[in-house]
């Protein structure tokens, strides 16, 4: 690996969204932008840390006020404070020890051990992490910063899926002997390096090593060496839905509603992962402290694969099955395709034979099975029949949706007169 000869221009004061004079000297950008810049990797949100010697909280709170930016004390103790712009995030941290060598010493890797001072344009390498940058490698600065801080353990897989390196065999060796004491991480910081992994086909790799050094068994007790197998089986099952199902694809990898960050297929990779019993899955999932949307898009796709396994649904069943989808259907799909282990028993188009036509259904938004449009409502059925509203008004619309869906009406005259039959009966 080449390391680029100028710092990548995150790096330049010009293009940050305060002016730099607002630094006092002297001020060092630390971490992610930089290991980023000398790899010449491009940033589409500024993402900035400094360390200053003293006044960090101080220095954060007068750029905010005069940019008029968001403001964040993200950490009293060790005075670190956080500037929201609308382009960038800038956190601002009092230097830890009486030199910025100490502070550097602290970190977790030494990648991520390099400062740059914009003033001088100087890069501050102590522990060589530009040299573990040009060979692609993960080394911990040292075992005992891995342990005062555990959630440093699965940052080194996350970072090195994000980076495509290799963790060097004593950081990794330190690791496994470090991995019970994940248990001490709160599970929320845990659960944010997880989603990273699950929504980077590279994570997966990484998600299996974790696991296999004992880093997750507490997060996901129920999970067996299939589950593992499971997960490494979406990506595949994602790249034949991506060759032949453009559109389908693009759903599994935009986010789920009310999220941070998870997409339909990282959905499908975590139901692989727990029970497959729906309400022993939601209780895992809330120990993981993940949101009502999370869950509910997992347990659903557990409860409708099993639907899935029935060799004919008639239409009324695919109409229901629809109602209860929505937009978990992608993943559904996905986790029935693993599940049934269609992947290994097949190749390329025949492998999504079996669900071509729901797909084609779910993908065609003229389709009243999938997409049903309403001929009538509650209030024409109430003026027509002369009845009440009542938990019977729902169940009339509900077999007018499936008559139409089933081919058996067409037009709100039709419905009336089905509806009034019903009540007959």
Not at 7 to 26: A, K, S
Not at 33 to 50: H, I, K, P, Q, S
Not at 216 to 221: G, K, M
Request: glycine share 4%; aromatic share 8%.
């Amino acid at each position: 690996m080449t390391m680029p000869d100028l710092i990548y221009p995150t790096l330049v004061p010009e293009n940050w969204p305060f002016g730099w004079e607002w630094l006092p000297q002297p001020a060092y950008i630390v971490g992610g932008a930089v290991r980023d810049a000398l790899l010449g990797r491009t940033r589409e949100y500024l993402d900035l840390d400094f360390i200053i010697p003293s006044g960090a909280v101080g220095v954060a709170q007068a750029i905010a006020r005069h940019y008029q930016a968001g403001f964040v004390l993200l950490d009293p103790q060790r005075q670190i404070a956080r500037v929201v712009f609308p382009e960038a995030t800038v956190d601002f941290a009092q230097q830890e020890g009486d030199s910025l060598e100490t502070d550097l010493h602290r970190r977790d890797f030494t990648i991520n051990a390099i400062a740059y001072n914009p003033h001088t344009a100087e890069i501050i390498d102590p522990l060589q992490g530009r040299a573990d940058l040009e060979q692609g490698i993960l080394r911990m600065v040292s075992p005992a910063n891995l342990k005062d801080d555990p959630l440093r353990l699965m940052r080194a897989y996350r970072q090195a899926a994000q980076l495509d390196f290799t963790i060097e065999p004593d950081t990794d060796k330190t690791i496994q002997s470090l991995a019970l004491q994940i248990i001490e991480v709160a599970a929320e910081r845990v659960r944010v390096e997880i989603n990273y992994l699950l929504a980077n086909p590279p994570g997966t790799f990484w998600l299996k090593k974790a696991a296999e050094n004992n880093l997750l068994a507490s997060f996901f007790p129920n999970a067996t060496p299939q589950s593992w197998e499971k997960l490494a089986k979406v990506d595949t099952v994602a790249a034949l839905i991506t060759q032949n199902y453009p559109q389908l694809s693009t759903e599994l990898q935009q986010y789920v509603r009310d999220t941070v960050k998870t997409t339909w297929l990282g959905i499908a990779k975590l139901a692989c992962l727990v029970h497959p019993s729906s309400e022993v899955a939601e209780i895992e999932l809330q120990a993981l402290t993940y949101s009502r949307a999370e869950i509910k898009a997992v347990t659903t796709a557990l409860k409708l694969v099993q639907q899935l396994k029935s060799a004919n649904m008639s239409v009324r069943e695919q109409y229901f099955f629809f109602q209860e989808a929505g937009n978990v259907f992608a993943a559904t799909i996905v986790l029935a395709l693993v599940d049934n282990n269609l992947v290994s028993a097949m190749s390329g188009d025949k492998s999504l034979r079996v669900y071509a036509p729901l797909i084609s259904r779910y993908l065609n938004p003229d389709d009243l099975v999938a997409h049903p449009t309403k001929l009538v409502s509650g209030n024409e059925l109430i003026i027509a029949l002369n009845i009440s509203p009542s938990p019977k008004l729902g169940e009339l619309l509900t077999e007018i949706a499936v008559a139409q869906a089933e081919g058996k009406i067409s037009t709100p005259e039709q419905a009336i007169a089905l509806a009034r039959s019903l009540l007959l009966e």
